[in-house]
């Protein structure tokens, strides 16, 4: 897995299974601006490809096993890489 956008859709799908423009409506919250289809289908395509997610007759897409597994693989990463990430939102509080 490649890139923060896969790792926020897996955490996203983590939490609920959701349609493509639901992901959409949840990464808009996060960073601030909508990302496009263009950008968000081709991540969900490569996840679904690589047996990360999958999707049901309802375009509903969902974690599987795999990568539920993955997630807990970047989770750990991501907090290593950010392991100060309390004082990093301290210090945006105070701009």
Request: charged letters at 25%; one cysteine or more; glycine letters at 8%.
């Amino acid at each position: 897995m490649k890139g923060y956008l896969s790792y926020l859709i897996l955490w996203i799908l983590n939490r609920e299974s959701m349609n493509g423009a639901q992901i959409g409506r949840e990464l808009e919250i996060r960073r601030g601006s909508k990302p496009s289809p263009g950008t968000i289908y081709p991540a969900l395509k490569e996840l679904k490809n690589t047996g990360l997610i999958k999707t049901d007759n309802n375009k509903i897409y969902s974690l599987t096993t795999e990568g539920e597994l993955e997630l807990i693989t970047a989770c750990k990463y991501f907090c290593r890489i950010f392991y100060d990430m309390n004082e990093m939102a301290d210090f945006c509080k105070k701009s």
